[in-house]
């Protein structure tokens, strides 16, 4: 289905004709139905570990951390539209001419742009706003009060304006000091010294867009001297982009791969599933992952980085049996005990069909380990820790909703059962007893990819997106589920979320 100038493309974006192929194989297959054992619970593959063992857990990762390669890496690509949807769709429908405000925000409907209007002053940009409006707007205290408000929804998230729906969520403004108004990005890199740092230095790696680079690159010129003042730590900032070669294909509702005007094949980003090549790049012993718009004011940094150590601190423990296991399978295979191994899996990491040789149990030691902190369900969309049953066996697993049969009502009852979240708060161990780095592409499961439905110059198309990040790119590692507080999950899916506890400082 090829043709000549289909491959000069493919080439010049660098990916393999073998993995278009496969690519439509997969939509022609549709999505993989997964076999869900029950939701991982407390006791049930979701550890919670007394106050005495959390804190050895905590000494553990001070004591080894000095000698280890220790990085944070944070997706934050993204641009903060999203953010600002509901206040887009305000100015489409608002006519501050004709509509009265109070009546607008009365309607249920509305209720966003209402919190959001009895929040403003708790917003941490809103002086940003009134400075913006004085310099351009000097008669705006004589306005109507539907027009005042109208002007600054569209000074916020207008191109006119300030424009922060176009910006990178990590550079939108997150909380505000007394002294400083702080963006995602620069709470990020702060919070980072308290559980990152060795040897009083932070190593970092950010996901950027291309586009947004050189903003990031002016804000951390901006922030450096005073985060280096405040932590007394050197931050180094690593950054990376999707590669092109992890665009995939798109189709047609005939699964028929879509082309544009000219003729050439359409390609979309993967979503975050195609991170796991700017991981895999990383060099490093421990990576922390979070996600850019889960932080908290400063009051609460100091109790979650505690939580941080101690996940890392569980995994150090665990690398340490590990790689005592592997090395005596390699260097003394008639001295080494089977069962103490099984045992070993079966109680760190769920195993349940357990090795009958040593070679099986080299297979099922020799992965990458991710103790992975989940919180109670909330409700909020996104992944959360199951049990799963496929032809490798059965194993933890975080899930997404969209990973659910819908059309299985058992299925979807387990789905309803999940009591923990996954707030994408990972530690990952990346090299094996060797100190070699794993080949994290080995232990993907591209059958977990997703189909989504979107559009192109308004015709529909299908699109392919690579296994999650944390979902099926991780299926082939050794998992572990560590129940924390809720308190390490704030994310700011919409501007409004800015309004919650954990973003409003005390000081």
């Known amino acids: ?157 207008s191109e006119s304006g300030l424009n922060f729906g176009a910006l990178p969520k990590g550079l939108i403004p997150f909380h505000r000091y007394k002294k400083n108004v702080l963006t995602a990005f620069e709470e990020q890199l702060y919070e980072a010294a308290f559980y990152a740092a060795v040897h009083d230095e932070v190593y970092t790696h950010f996901t950027f867009s291309p586009g947004h680079l050189d903003l990031f690159k002016d804000e951390f010129k901006r922030i450096k001297t005073r985060l280096e003042r405040r932590t007394k730590c050197t931050f180094n900032i690593a950054y990376s982009f999707q590669k092109d070669r992890t665009k995939t294909i798109t189709v047609d509702p005939r699964n028929v791969p879509f082309r544009d005007a000219s003729g050439a094949l359409v390609f979309r980003p993967s979503g975050h599933g195609a991170l796991l090549e700017n991981l895999n790049d990383i060099d490093a012993d421990i990576v922390f992952i979070k996600n850019i718009d889960n932080v908290m004011v400063r009051e609460g940094v100091l109790e979650m980085a505690t939580e941080k150590k101690a996940l890392a601190g569980h995994l150090i423990e665990l690398q340490k049996q590990v790689y005592v296991f592997l090395t005596a399978i390699e260097e003394t295979p008639d001295q080494v005990n089977l069962d103490e191994i099984n045992s070993f899996l079966w109680r760190s990491f769920g195993v349940r069909e357990l090795p009958k040789t040593l070679d099986e149990a080299f297979n099922y030691l020799y992965r990458p380990i991710r ?32 990973q659910f049969d819908s059309s299985n009502p058992s299925q979807m009852d387990i789905m309803a059962k999940a009591t923990h979240f996954n707030p994408v708060d990972l530690v990952c161990g990346l090299r094996d007893h060797h100190g070699k780095p794993y080949d994290l592409m080995s232990f993907c499961n591209p059958e977990l990819s997703f189909i989504a439905n979107k559009s192109f110059e308004g015709k529909p198309i299908k699109a392919l997106e690579l296994p999650g990040l944390w979902n099926g790119s991780m299926a082939g590692w050794n998992t572990v589920f ?26």
């Open 1 to 157: 289905m090829l043709k000549k100038r289909d491959l000069v493309q493919l080439e010049n974006l660098g990916i393999d004709p073998a993995q278009v192929h496969a690519q439509l194989g997969f939509f022609e297959r549709g999505l993989s139905l997964l076999n869900v054992l029950r939701p991982a619970t407390l006791g049930d593959g979701i550890l919670s570990p007394e106050p005495a063992q959390f804190g050895q857990w905590v000494k553990a990762y001070d004591h080894a951390k000095d000698a280890l390669q220790v990085v944070k890496f944070v997706p934050a690509s993204g641009a903060a539209t999203r953010m600002f949807g509901f206040l887009y769709a305000f100015l489409d429908h608002f006519d501050p001419e004709h509509h009265k405000l109070n009546d607008y925000l009365s309607q249920p409907e509305h209720e966003a742009v209402a919190r959001f209007y009895n929040g403003l002053n708790e917003f941490p940009f809103t002086s940003l706003i009134r400075a913006y409006i004085r310099q351009h707007h000097p008669e705006f205290k004589t306005w109507t009060k539907e027009r005042r408000f109208y002007t600054m929804v569209s000074v916020l998230v």
């Open 371 to 402: 103790v992975c902190g989940v919180v109670a369900n909330t409700g909020a969309p996104g992944g959360g820790p199951f049990w799963l049953q496929d032809e490798k066996g059965t194993s933890l697993q975080i899930l997404e909703s969209a």
């Open 482 to 507: 560590v129940s924390v507080s809720i308190g390490t999950f704030n994310p700011v899916k919409t501007v409004n979320d800015l309004l919650a506890k954990a973003h409003q400082p005390l000081i």
